[in-house]
């Protein structure tokens, strides 16, 4: 078991070392999350009160930015024709997967932790009295967007139009975790205790588990096909 995590993090070292050089993924997710925002701030009524609908446009945000930046998580295999190399490498194919996963989960939670700063700045949001259940929340739901998205991308990576096809797969299974992770930010942006989104939390961690298995076992059956 510790030699297949350390392979895992092989993977995710290896991704994590490349995006630290280039930065290209992160660049491009915050950049397009940043214009997002600035949108949102120009478009909404001034009648309306931000932080009435802050919740689902952060998630919005967080939803469209973490799908482009998956878009480009297998590009260096796809453009370097190295996929079948690491395939047929003696690591099991649910390390490649983790691997993968971890790595697009720390990109991700990097590129929100500059998005919820932003919609905070522009739209007057505080965080300070539910920091932590916005975290919670915040990681719980990336960890499941990431696992399906992570297997998606793959199954997309070698065909003609797999960044079209991509959003056009995954956005309807994420709707689950839109909704309550939405759900849960919205109650904690206008103040409400942590127990009341209890029941959102349990839902995301139970769909992230869910997730998270179906993946790792799917993941060498769909690069066999």
Known sequence: MLRYFA???????????LEARSRERFVSM???????AVVFSLALDPAVRARDIAGAMLWVTV????????????????????????????????????????????I???????????????FGLRFAGALGGLVLVVVLATVGFMALGTLFSAMTAHTRHGETLLPILLLPLLIPVVIFAAS????????????????????????????????????GSAMEE
């Open 108 to 122: 991700v939670l990097a590129v929100e932790a500059v998005v919820f700063p932003v919609f905070a700045l522009f």
């Open 63 to 106: 939803l469209f930015a973490g799908t482009l930046g998956l878009g480009r998580s297998f590009a260096l295999e796809r453009e370097a024709d190295a996929l079948t190399g690491v395939l047929v490498s003696p690591v099991p194919r649910g390390a490649v997967f983790l691997g993968k996963f971890l790595a697009n989960l720390a």
């Open 184 to 219: 849960a930010t919205q109650r904690l942006l206008v103040g409400r205790p942590l127990v009341e989104i209890g029941g959102n939390l349990r839902m995301l961690l139970a769909i992230d588990l869910v997730f998270l298995f179906l993946c790792t076992a799917a993941f």
């Open 30 to 36: 915050a950049t397009f999350a940043v214009l997002v």
């Open 7 to 17: 392979q895992a993090w092989a993977v995710a070292r290896k991704d994590l070392l």
